[in-house]
Nanobody, 117 residues
Framework: QVHVVESGGGLVQAGGSLRLSCATS????????MNWYRQAPGKQRELVAI???????NYADSVKDRFTISRDTAKNTVYLQMNSLKPEDTAVYYC???????????WGPGTQVTVSS
């Protein structure tokens, strides 16, 4: 069974920063990509940032120039550095791990990020 666990969420004032972490038990050679999604109350889950096994990154327009995704291959961990946070960034943030061998996707339970105005 593959485990995915997020951490680092919390309450922060607008303009502040948080760093989310996501660790997975999936073997690094199987990881095709590690991604961050978020879901705000009453809204659909949306893709926030992607990092591939080749370290290519992509971001939602709403977070470009504010969020940075990175990974530590040795630790099978991906990070999301979030700066200049806005109230509209408030959501549950989910980590998604894409398995390049089975084409499966594994999800963590999510971590709450709340940005107060």
């Amino acid at each position: 069974q593959v485990h995915v666990v997020e951490s680092g969420g919390g309450l922060v004032q607008a303009g502040g920063s948080l760093r989310l972490s996501c660790a997975t038990s999936l073997s690094s050679f199987r990881i095709k990509a590690m991604n961050w999604y978020r879901q705000a109350p009453g809204k659909q889950r949306e893709l926030v940032a992607i990092i591939s096994s080749g370290d290519s990154t992509n971001y939602a327009d709403s977070v470009k120039d504010r969020f940075t995704i990175s990974r530590d291959t040795a630790k099978n961990t991906v990070y999301l550095q979030m700066n200049s946070l806005k109230p509209e960034d408030t959501a549950v943030y989910y980590c998604n791990v894409a398995d390049g061998y089975t084409n499966s996707n594994y999800w963590g339970p999510g971590t709450q990020v709340t940005v107060s105005s």
